[in-house]
């Protein structure tokens, strides 16, 4: 059993991935190729934003955006310590400074309850991200940050595909961010990645900082990076865009069949009935999480912590942490580990997982949430 099963989605694609290669191969147009404006076009229509503008991973869309919106050195960015690190990460490359907010116990999303407590008058933006595949509290936070002048950009890079009170990830505030990374709901065969929004002039300034600040060929209008995501890639996730829908309903598939199987005996990641998940992972919470990953391991079931230590106590960013306390991340960082989840992953290995892992947690239930928060795993979310 695979944890991310790459080569199925593969071999279900094949020939229109291959064919879609091919096409790019015959043009040679490797930088900025015609497939380049198509998939953006495509995307853009998907989420229901006015403009997509790919670049080369989900890191750099996080960068672009937060260098679009004029962020500085010393300005403040209010964000999750419950993430991977590049959401951070290009706060700091940029001189500014990570304000971590600690996160909702049910879905390990930011809390935006405890977000306006912290904004100070060096605040610039707030970055959400959309954990595990499931939006953050979205309303809630664009509400916030109009109150106080402030740009939201949902990291959801493990979203693409989520729904949020009828709209899709990616078009749920200021700019939105996503990954192509191999391993998410919508992945290329290298790296890449996108920004959305609906503000024109945003628009504009995102594309020019990509290719390195350029309004027109040689004449540079603003610092930028080289951030363009190449035509293969694009060509990539063209190719994969007509199965994206069927794939996401087999996630959501598989990640019934666990809910099913573990609510109320194990832990569960919290989902909220107003939202939808694009499931990039199938999260439960356990104690003595070594010993229980050992013998799944033994089993010859794969799994993984995403993420066992939160950003704020991270050694490198121990000098921009300040008086951040977090103790809910904190816990879930101690408990959470994701299950083999994907398309292509059938129910009878969705079976094989659960009853490995009920055997690993022993026969006393782990109860509904090792936080002691209400799980709502089994939960039916809104479609859109």
């Not at 989420?47 to 869309?61: D, F, I, M, W």
Request: hydrophobic share 45%; net charge negative; glycine share 10%.
């Amino acid at each position: 059993m695979e944890f991310i099963d790459l080569k199925s989605q593969y071999q279900a694609a094949r020939d229109v991935i291959n064919q879609r290669i091919q096409a790019v191969l015959d043009h040679g147009q490797y930088i900025m190729g015609p497939e380049v404006a198509e998939l953006e076009e495509r995307l853009a229509a998907y989420t229901g934003a006015r403009h997509c503008v790919t670049v080369a991973s989900g890191t750099e869309a996080l960068l672009v955006a937060l260098m679009a919106l004029g962020v500085r050195p010393g300005d403040e960015v209010i964000t999750t310590p419950f993430t991977f690190i590049a959401t951070a990460e290009v706060i700091v490359l940029l001189g500014a400074v990570p304000v971590f907010v600690d996160v909702d116990a049910r879905t390990g999303n930011l809390d935006a309850s405890l977000v306006e407590a912290r904004i100070g008058p060096r605040t610039r933006a707030i970055v959400p991200v959309s954990l595990y595949g499931q939006p953050a509290d979205m309303d809630a936070i664009n509400a916030i940050a109009a109150r106080h002048g402030l740009h939201v950009i949902e990291d959801g890079a493990q979203s693409f595909g989520a729904g949020y009170r009828g709209r899709r990830s990616g078009n749920l505030s200021t700019i939105g961010c996503t990954s192509f990374f191999p391993s998410k709901p919508l992945g290329c065969y290298g790296d890449g990645g996108a920004l959305f929004t609906s503000d024109c002039g945003l628009a504009r300034a995102m594309r020019e900082i990509r290719v390195h600040g350029q309004s027109r060929r040689y004449v540079h209008t603003r610092i930028g990076v080289g951030g363009r995501m190449d035509t293969l890639q694009c060509a990539i996730v063209l190719a994969k865009l007509g199965l994206f829908d069927w794939e996401l309903a087999q996630r959501r598939r598989a990640a019934a069949t666990y809910d099913a199987l573990l609510a109320g005996k194990v832990g569960l990641i919290g989902r909220a009935a107003d939202r939808t998940s694009a499931f990039a992972q199938y999260t439960v919470l356990v104690e003595r999480r070594d010993d229980v990953q050992r013998a799944l391991q033994d089993a010859g079931v794969p799994t993984a912590v995403h993420y066992p230590v939160p950003i704020h106590l991270q050694p490198a960013y121990a000098h921009v942490s300040g008086d951040a306390a977090c103790p809910v991340a904190h816990a879930l960082a101690d408990k959470v580990m994701s299950l083999p989840m994907g398309p292509y992953l059938p129910d009878e290995d969705v079976r094989r997982v659960c009853a490995a892992l009920l055997d690993a947690v022993g026969t006393s239930a782990q109860g509904p949430s090792v936080l002691d928060a209400p799980a709502t795993g089994a939960t039916v979310a809104v479609s859109v």
